[in-house]
């Protein structure tokens, strides 16, 4: 099972109260993502994704592929 949450931190800690499908558990995976950071992060990757020539060739190869497809036939 799987939980994604994002949490307030307060006074440099983090309280997380599992839902009842974890009871009984004796280990867990915790990954710590600072969100604000995260987010950053993928705007620059995108942001350079739009001028990188191999990703713009990619996408033109894409809609070549797809420009033959009618929506009618969908």
């Known amino acids: 099972m799987t939980l994604k949450k994002i949490y307030q931190v307060e006074d440099n800690k983090v309280i997380i109260s599992l839902p009842t499908n974890f009871r009984d558990r004796k280990e867990l995976f915790i990954t710590v993502n600072d969100v604000a950071d995260s987010k950053i992060v993928k705007l620059n990757t995108l942001k350079k994704a739009a001028k990188d020539p191999l ?8 809609n070549k ?3 033959g497809v009618e929506y009618e036939n969908l």
């Open 55 to 62: 990703f713009l060739a990619d996408i033109m190869e894409i």
């Open 65 to 67: 592929d797809f420009s």
